[in-house]
């Protein structure tokens, strides 16, 4: 069974940092676009960040954009979002999604897999 485990979460100061991580227990997580996404308390859910499956190509949520960075080690099987600069919006469950994918270029629009979230809190 694939799972994906979201881990780093916690709570940190407006302007703090925090690198969540995502262990993903696929053999061949190369094969797979992955993502970052995010709910806050009675919002939708908000793409935040995507990465293909060569890690060549990254794209980000506008809200993110020049503050978050997304990377992976498919040696380890893990994805991580780099956040700094932190705000209090940012404050939400932040999840972890993976796409199978022929291309080693594009970023996923949709997922099929996804983690179980980690809660982020950012106070002001």
């Known amino acids: 069974q694939v799972q994906l485990v979201e881990s780093g979460g916690g709570l940190v100061q407006a302007g703090g940092s925090l690198r969540l991580s995502c262990a993903a227990s696929i053999v061949t997580v190369s094969n797979y676009a992955m993502g970052w996404f995010r709910r806050a308390q009675e919002k939708e859910r908000e793409f935040v960040a995507g990465i293909s499956r060569s890690g060549a190509n990254t794209h980000y949520g506008d809200s993110v954009k020049g503050r978050f960075t997304i990377s992976r080690d498919d040696a380890k099987r893990t994805v991580y979002l780099q956040m700094t600069s932190m705000k209090p919006e940012d404050t939400a469950v932040y999840y972890c999604?993976?796409?199978?994918?022929?291309?080693?270029?594009?970023?996923?629009?949709?997922?099929?897999?996804w983690g179980q979230g980690t809660q982020v809190t950012v106070s002001s």
């Open positions: 999604a993976a796409h199978f994918t022929l291309s080693r270029t594009a970023i996923s629009d949709s997922y099929a897999l």
